[in-house]
């Protein structure tokens, strides 16, 4: 079965520390890629997306992701973080029209928290 | 323009009972999609509907139901609690397909005694 592995459960990191979260998944055929985040009491809001085109993408709040086809990976990385930057990351996976016959859903890895401290 | 909209935001109920929870989906978007969340499995796919109709369904008992309606509002139906159930459920809507962005709303948090 398809699906997405996200290699950290929980990561402590200082404020201005590189972040870099890793996301896996198990598809070989065209995928849409996302990374979601939710902060502490709120609702899932969309980090970043890649469909097709620059395999590096650039989201909101400084952050991007490299997808690298021939890993099946979907990294997301920030080069500073700030203390606001606490939340839990989500990654997730499309695979359009032919993600095994279905229509598409999101796929999503199991969540990496970050805690960021001041 | 508005949001995703959940109600109830919260809900206690017993084993054994049902309950409905409703989505109301970004103006014009015709696509709404269900997802459990649960400390241990994470965030599943319920089921997706598209014009009044189921598109696609994930791994879940018969006891998980939904339906949409001719606004596109969308309500999910569990009869038969189980404790198992207690969960926040997401409701995500987007344009036409789930292929693209999907927007979230705030859940609705299930606790089943």
């Known amino acids: 079965a398809q699906s997405v592995s996200q290699h950290n459960h929980h990561v402590i990191l200082s404020e201005a520390a590189s972040l870099e979260l890793g996301c896996n998944y198990s598809?070989?055929?065209?995928?849409?890629l996302f990374w979601y985040v939710q902060y502490p009491g709120q609702h899932l809001q969309l980090l970043l997306k890649?469909?097709?085109?620059?395999?590096l993408v650039k989201g909101i709040k400084g952050f991007e992701a490299e997808f690298i086809k021939s890993k099946f990976s979907f990294n997301l990385r920030k080069p500073s973080v700030q203390w606001s930057d606490t939340a839990e990351y989500f990654c997730?996976?499309?695979?359009?029209?032919?993600?095994?016959?279905?229509?598409?859903?999101?796929?999503f890895g199991k969540g990496t928290k970050l805690s960021v401290k001041p | 323009k508005a949001g995703v909209t959940q109600t109830p935001r919260y809900l206690i109920k017993t084993r054994g009972q049902q309950v409905t929870l409703s989505c109301s989906p970004i103006?014009?978007?015709?696509?709404v999609s269900w997802y459990q969340q649960t400390p241990g499995q994470g965030l599943q796919f319920l089921f997706e509907?598209?014009?009044?109709?189921?598109?696609n369904k994930g791994n879940f008992p018969g006891r998980f139901s939904g339906r949409q309606f001719s606004n596109s509002r969308s309500e999910m139906n569990v009869s038969t609690l189980e404790l198992g159930d207690s969960a926040l459920y997401l409701c995500?809507?987007?344009?036409?397909?789930?292929?693209?962005?999907?927007?979230f709303g705030p859940g609705t948090r299930l606790l089943v005694l």
């Open positions: 890649y469909f097709s085109g620059d395999p």
């Open positions: 509907y598209f014009s009044e109709t189921q598109r």
């Open positions: 598809y070989g055929g065209t995928v849409n």
């Open positions: 103006s014009g978007h015709r696509s």
């Open positions: 997730a996976v499309n695979g359009g029209m032919n993600y095994g016959g279905s229509q598409g859903n999101l796929i």
């Open positions: 995500a809507s987007s344009i036409t397909n789930p292929e693209e962005t999907q927007y």
